[in-house]
Structures are given as structure tokens and as C-alpha cells.
């Protein structure tokens, strides 16, 4: 089981929410970093908040992931590859549009990293809860416990049958499943033709809030979670129906799964294996709570809620992270406190 304690690491999708805290992880912790952008003028942005890590750098276009070879010359001479880099559209109407780039980046990513087997030693493929989550059956009124060996089929046959008329979510939801189907499949297959000189490592998290450090020039430039918290939390706005005190969620830090993705590549025990990522279940109004000690501009929303009388329908078990890779987790109070903080000096409560 190859890890991966120096060397160059390949970042795809670079300039994300998530991304940009894995780049500064890996260069804290002593890598060379190259990573990809679509553009030219959203490298711009990384190259100026690393500055201080210049000479350890490297950023690069690649705009369009879906093209063959497109990451070929990005991975030459690294050592291992983060792919982040995947489309997230939660409303799409068109299976194809938000399949077809996932499934085919993941895929090219990987035949990039078999085209360079002779430097790369693992792979750590960011995936999400949404290819682990199947809702409950009718009926079902308990609190099911769903862990790595959970696949979302659900998602994938709402939109085999449906195709555009699935719900949004559930064709991101398959999006997701059917990509980390598809990287465990060519791993294995590569496996058994032997020969494979890298691990493959799979991540699962949930919805993923945090402080930004990636660029977001406003808050009505925020997308995805930090959005969701964004709207949830600091203008009280209703997302999803009774999305304060009522929507079960399961969440975790966004610094606490960049550290994630370099233990992923680190631990020697992690190469081969599937991690839910994952601090706990939550409710919005747990965040709403904990930020209102930073300051009273927050919204009370609906304290009169029992966290003790939540019932959640889904939990996720990270134990398996805990236990493989050593990997702690930052509470509700912690993340919303340093969030709400981090969104207070951008200005952006009102």
C-alpha cells in the first residue's frame, strides 16, 4: 500500500470551496502542489493567496476535463493525484450534462495516473455522501445507519427511468455514484491485470461548511453549502422547507476534509479503501445557536427547538475514518463560530 509523505502532488479543480483548503494543507505540510483551473483568470487568484509558497506552486488550465488526455500533462512527474474537480448542479434537467463530465473527468483523471504509473503512487478521489444515501423506505420512521458499504442505487434508477424528469437531486446524486462506481471499476480491473503501482482512495463527506479562503468576491457570489449556511444561518432565509429547525443534515468542516485528503494520501493503511467523512448530524439551528454568540446580527430563527428530540433518519458512520486514518472532527459550535467570524470581517452580516 504505496502513501505518499513528499513529492508532487496533482490538485484537479483547484480553485474550489473545497479545493483551495486542500492546497494550503499540502503546502503546510511540505508538498509541491500543481493545480488545475479552467481558466487563466481563476489562477490569477491562487497564485496570489500562495504567494508565500511560490517556488512550491504551480497552477495550470485545463478547460475541459472531459476531453481525452486532458490531464496527461498535468500529471507527468507527480507523484500522487487529489481529483476534486466535478460538476455540482443540484436542479439540472439534463442527467447528461452533470453525468457525462463527472463519470468521463474521473475516468480521464485515471488514465492520466496509468499513464504515469511510474511516478504516481495514489490517488485520492473526492466523492460525497450523495453516492452512499438512499432515503428510507415507506414507512420507515427509524434512524438507519449508512456507512462505506452503502451505494446510493436509488438515485441511479430514478434517472434510468425518468431520465429528465428525475428530481435535480437525485441526478446530482447519481452523478456521484455512478463516477466513484466507475473509478473502483477501472481501479480493480487494473488490479487484477497486475502491474497497478498506485492505491486508489475514495471520500465520502456530506454537506461541507467552513470559512471560505477560496475566491468569492461577495456573498451573492457564494455557491453549493457555503451558500446554503450563508442563507440558512446569517439571513434566516428559508432554503428548504423548514430548513431551520425541522431538515436533518449530517455536515463536516471543511478544513477538518482538506486535512482528509492528505491523511488519504499519507496513511499507508488508506490505499485501496472507501471513507465516509462525516462530524455528525446536524440541524441548521444548531449553527444558527452557535453563531448568535458571535454576534446578535444572526437571526434567532426557532430556539425554542430540543436538540434531544431530533430525530434523524440518516446517520452516517465515520468510525472508519477515525480509526484508519486518525482524523478528528470539528464540532457545530466550532465550525459555525469560526464561519460566522470569517463571514463578520468580509462584511457580510448584515
Excluded at 54 to 66: D, G, P, Q, R
Excluded at 137 to 153: C, H, K, Q, Y
Excluded at 229 to 248: C, E, F, I, N
Aim: with cysteine.
Amino acid at each position: 500500500m504505496p502513501a505518499v509523505s513528499s513529492g508532487t502532488v496533482l490538485v484537479t479543480g483547484a480553485n474550489g470551496f473545497i479545493a483551495v483548503w486542500v492546497l494550503q494543507e499540502l503546502l503546510e505540510h511540505g508538498f509541491a502542489v500543481r493545480g488545475t483551473v479552467r481558466s487563466e483568470d481563476k489562477a490569477t487568484y491562487l497564485r496570489d493567496q500562495f504567494a508565500t509558497y511560490s517556488a512550491k506552486l504551480e497552477v495550470i488550465v485545463v478547460n475541459n476535463m472531459t476531453e481525452e488526455g486532458a490531464f496527461d500533462n498535468a500529471a507527468e512527474g507527480t507523484d500522487a493525484i487529489l481529483h476534486l474537480a466535478s460538476p455540482v448542479a443540484l436542479d439540472s434537467e439534463d442527467p447528461n450534462a452533470v453525468i457525462i463530465p463527472a463519470v468521463q473527468g474521473t475516468l480521464g483523471i485515471l488514465t492520466s495516473a496509468l499513464k504515469h504509473r511510474a511516478t504516481v503512487r495514489r490517488v485520492v478521489f473526492l466523492s460525497s455522501a450523495a453516492a452512499i444515501y438512499n432515503p428510507p423506505a415507506p414507512g420507515d420512521t427509524g434512524t438507519r445507519v449508512l456507512d462505506e458499504s452503502d451505494w446510493n442505487e436509488h438515485s441511479v434508477k430514478e434517472v434510468r427511468e425518468k431520465g429528465g424528469k428525475a428530481w435535480g437531486r437525485d441526478i446530482y446524486r447519481a452523478s456521484k455514484t455512478l463516477a466513484e462506481r466507475a473509478a473502483w471499476k477501472l481501479y480493480e480491473e487494473e488490479r487484477a491485470k497486475g502491474g497497478l503501482e498506485w492505491d486508489l482512495v475514495t471520500l465520502n463527506p456530506p454537506l461541507v461548511y467552513g470559512p471560505l479562503i477560496h475566491e468569492v468576491p461577495t456573498a451573492e457570489s457564494l455557491t453549493g453549502s457555503a451558500r446554503m449556511w450563508y442563507d440558512s444561518v446569517v439571513k434566516g432565509a428559508v432554503v428548504w422547507p423548514d430548513v431551520v429547525s425541522s431538515h436533518r443534515y449530517a455536515y463536516v468542516d471543511v478544513r477538518d476534509l482538506a486535512r482528509a485528503h492528505v491523511l488519504g494520501l499519507t496513511v499507508p493503511e488508506a490505499g485501496g479503501e472507501r471513507f465516509m467523512i462525516c462530524a455528525g448530524p446536524c440541524i441548521m439551528q444548531q449553527f444558527v445557536d452557535a453563531a448568535r454568540r458571535v454576534t446578535d446580527k444572526i437571526p434567532a430563527g426557532e430556539p425554542s427547538y430540543r436538540k434531544e428530540d431530533v430525530v434523524y433518519a440518516t446517520v452516517y458512520n465515520a468510525s472508519k475514518s477515525r480509526n484508519v486514518l486518525d482524523l478528528s472532527y470539528r464540532s457545530v459550535e466550532e465550525t459555525a463560530i469560526d464561519t460566522t467570524r470569517d463571514l463578520e470581517r468580509r462584511g457580510w452580516v448584515p
